[in-house]
């Protein structure tokens, strides 16, 4: 498929079933829907409103940034739009909601968690065009991270295995922790890890958890190696 920046282009990959291409040069975002119609060398008229974000151009990714900003492209219809902001999936806006002009729009949530931002239009020939986007969000370190060894004292050369553990309720951790041994690096892990200290000295053991948005958590634990 073929692509100018800063233009939109539909093209065909077969006779009936067709692939839109939407990029912008500002934020290039890549967006194949599939339709129903036979469009040959046709243009391609999607019955729908396409959202897109630049803060959050991934719906199925988590952000640590409350900062939400949301643009959309629709294909006819008139203004105003009807939009809501709001925690349910399948909501359509209503005349009660609120109205607007523009084709963009700026949101910043108090908390953390799953939001869908949803918005309505009425097209020349009375038809509904809707769109939905959502937006997963999280602010905050993991919320515990806890780190047990088997030994705090020890001799020069003995091993010492810990065992690590933390939660995220809001977006979960992900599979790694990391540990890093007085001021090295820190290298990848999975829980329980065994360590031997070959030099005498309090050592500091330091774990770090990330959540899935990449916000991190870390502990640290000591350790006495004495000179057997």
């Known amino acids: 498929r073929r692509y100018l920046a800063g233009q939109t282009k539909w093209y065909s990959s077969n006779e009936t079933l067709c692939d839109r291409l939407i990029c912008s040069d500002m934020h290039p975002v890549y967006q194949l829907l599939p ?46 739009y009807v939009y ?12 009660s909601d609120k ?13 953390d968690g799953t939001y869908y ?30 780190a047990k060894s ?3 004292k020890i001799n020069v050369g003995e091993i010492v295995r810990f065992e690590f553990a933390g939660e995220d309720k809001t977006s979960g951790i992900q599979k790694y922790y990391y540990v890093k041994i007085d ?18 000295g309090i050592h500091e053991v330091t774990f770090r958890v990330f ?8 502990k640290t634990s000591k350790i006495d190696v004495s000179a057997p």
């Open 150 to 152: 088997s030994n705090d």
């Open 99 to 111: 109205k607007t002009s523009e084709e963009s729009i700026y949101f910043e949530p108090d908390k």
């Open 35 to 80: 339709t129903q119609h036979s469009c040959g060398e046709n243009l391609i008229h999607f019955n729908g409103i396409l959202v897109f974000s630049s803060t959050h151009p991934n719906s199925e990714k988590w952000y640590r940034t409350k900062k939400i900003y949301l643009t959309w492209q629709e294909n006819g219809g008139q203004d105003p």
């Open 183 to 200: 001021n090295n690096d820190f290298f990848p892990v999975l829980s329980p890890l065994y360590l031997s200290f070959p030099e005498k």
């Open 84 to 95: 809501a902001f709001n925690a349910e999936p399948d909501y359509i806006p209503g005349p």
């Open 211 to 218: 959540d899935k948005a990449n916000n991190y958590r870390d």
């Open 117 to 146: 931002f949803h918005i309505v239009s009425l097209a020349e020939d009375n038809l509904k065009l809707v769109g939905h986007y959502k937006i997963k969000i999280d602010t905050t370190p993991p919320e515990t991270l806890s």
